[in-house]
């Protein structure tokens, strides 16, 4: 038996998502762009799961595009935004974003595009006054993530985003661990741009969307005319139902979803320390995802730990999915400075609303016994 435990790499796919994907699979394959009337139905499917996924975030339809993902989304905004700025407008972005980002950020200071990497505090934290000192008038963007994949720190958007606005820079966040977990409304927390990816909340892999409050960006995929023009090529249209199935059931779950993930996160944690198992939980303390414990055990190798789990069926991580060819402490552990004696034994548990009580000892004791070894 497995126990999955990296809801923060991928997540189940939903049963009712699955359901309302099989028809546009089998029966109703029919291309969404064609003229016939039975295309019909897969274009009236993708409108509807526009205007669900908008109402879901409390954005209008013709804000959201479909993307293969939140890599395609992040790349899509920061490529997007130096492309269509012929002033050269700096970029802010943090230490500890995603490789989707950073990566995106590296190529555009290829063109000559300055970018700026915002240090964290020891939980994770981009500090205001820190963006309030890097910033200036000729910032023309400002990213930061909603909640970080490694550790679960939950960024202060809002107020990041006043002040990018207060410059008449524009605020993106890369909300894929976020969007389905806590609750995001971009008109109460001002973002102008967010990706999200459908299965990190339970839906399809290979689908996602790039929330755009107004046209700012260049096209990023030129082709056809789908997604009001702005990104061409046909319509995934089963993944773009299951996604919206997925989003609206995760939105109206959430409460008790985080409520039970919460529940089992402290039962977890306070196993650990009533066991004397030396380790550090790392991120924020409270203002975390719900189902994030990002630990680092004093003396250990992650990597080793995270082998020893998987020998016993536990699937945990070391960081990030993406990263886990890449040996190396991660990027976001040395940002948040935690101490050497315990950087290197750091493993990510991330639960998700399938995980129980049952799952979450047994990980806690093969953890206590691996930490003895
Ligand atoms: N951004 C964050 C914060 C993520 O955690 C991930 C995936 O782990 C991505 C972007 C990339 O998303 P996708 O797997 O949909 O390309």
């Keep these: 038996m497995v126990i999955y435990a990296d809801n923060a790499a991928t ?52 804000q959201i ?16 935004f130096a492309l269509s700025d012929y002033d050269y407008k ?53 990213s930061v993530m909603t909640a970080n994949n490694e550790i679960g720190t939950i960024e ?27 609750p995001i409304d971009v008109k109460v927390l001002g973002i102008d741009m967010l990706s999200a990816s459908a299965h990190k909340f339970n839906g399809p892999k290979g689908i996602g969307f790039l929330y755009c409050k107004e046209r700012v960006l260049q096209p990023f995929h030129n082709g056809g005319s789908q997604e009001f023009g702005m990104r061409a090529g046909t319509e995934n249209v089963p993944a773009i139902v299951g996604m919206a199935v997925a989003l609206r059931k995760n939105i109206i779950e959430m409460e008790q979803n985080a409520k039970h993930l919460r529940c089992l996160s402290e039962e977890l944690l306070s196993i650990l320390e009533a066991s004397n198992v030396p380790f550090i939980l790392n991120g924020h303390p409270t203002n975390r995802l719900p189902g994030n414990i990002n630990l680092s055990i004093k003396g250990k190798s992650g990597e080793g730990l995270m082998h020893m789990l998987d020998l016993k069926g536990i699937c945990v991580s070391t960081g990030s999915a993406c990263d886990s060819h890449n ?43 691996l930490s003895r070894i």
Excluded at 14 to 29: G, Q
Excluded at 65 to 80: C, L, R, V
């Design 156 to 182: 202060p958007i809002k107020e990041l985003a006043q002040i990018a606005h207060s410059h008449g820079a524009l605020f993106h966040t890369d909300a894929v661990q976020a969007v389905g977990h806590i």
């Design 327 to 369: 040996q190396q402490v991660s990027h976001v552990i040395q940002a948040i400075g935690v101490p050497e004696d315990y950087c290197e034994g750091t493993i990510r548990i991330t639960l998700g609303k399938h995980n129980t009580e049952e799952e979450v000892k047994a990980i806690a004791e093969t953890l206590i016994k």
């Design 65 to 80: 595009y479909f993307t293969s993902g939140g890599t395609e989304s992040d790349n899509w905004a920061i490529k997007g």
């Design 11 to 62: 997540t189940q796919l939903d049963t009712d998502a699955f359901e309302a994907m099989k028809p546009f699979l089998l029966e109703n394959y029919a291309n969404p762009s064609g003229a016939y009337s039975y295309s019909k139905k897969a274009k009236q499917a993708i409108k509807a799961a526009r205007k669900t996924i908008a109402e879901c975030i409390n954005a209008e339809p013709e």
């Design 90 to 142: 700096a970029v802010i972005t943090s230490q500890i974003e995603h490789h989707a980002i950073l990566n995106s950020c590296y190529d555009i200071e290829r063109l000559k595009h300055p970018v700026a990497y915002l240090p964290v505090d020891c939980k994770g934290v981009v500090a205001t006054d820190t963006l309030n000192r890097y910033i200036s008038d000729r910032t023309g963007l400002v």
